[in-house]
């Protein structure tokens, strides 16, 4: 499992033109789901990013989590995560989980984060073409993998 997480003071979500979702002060999530990734990795990476320490506290250091300071988060699937580009200049996407079993570690991602303390989790639309506004803060971006099966 993979997730790209980048800090944002707000995001908002269309799809077709629509506002699908909006968050303010808080991450934004990428979630890319692998072959292999099952409801173990999901709730590792669901209190990994639940309790990253990476909003500053009163002396400016990143020090406070999501729950420290009641922040949101909008978690987007992203395949694309698993583009392998080590052959040629097209990824190749093979080691990214069938849609089916992606979009319900998906969903169970978003619920896991809701049972994690996470006040609200915002959501984009599995598999659709989204359009997303965000404004980074630092700028702060952290790359989180976990292997399947390598639960610590």
Not at 70 to 92: C, H, K, N
């Amino acid at each position: 499992m993979k997730a790209t997480i980048q800090r944002v003071s707000s995001s908002k979500l269309w799809v077709d033109n629509e506002l699908i979702s909006e968050i303010s002060t808080g991450l934004i999530c990428y979630l890319g789901v692998g072959i292999g990734d099952t409801e173990n990795e999901i709730k590792w990476m669901a209190k990994k990013i639940t309790g990253l320490r990476i909003f500053p506290d009163s002396a400016d250091k990143m020090n406070l989590s999501l729950l420290d300071i009641g922040a949101e988060i909008m978690a987007v699937s992203q395949f694309t995560l698993y583009g392998d580009i080590s052959r040629g200049f097209r990824p190749s996407f093979i080691k990214a989980e069938a849609p089916n079993k992606a979009e319900n570690l998906y969903n169970l991602f978003c619920q896991e984060l809701l049972n994690n303390g996470i006040k609200k989790v915002a959501k984009g639309i599995f598999g659709a073409n989204m359009k997303i506004e965000q404004v980074n803060e630092g700028p702060v971006t952290i790359l989180v993998e976990k292997e399947p099966g390598n639960i610590i």
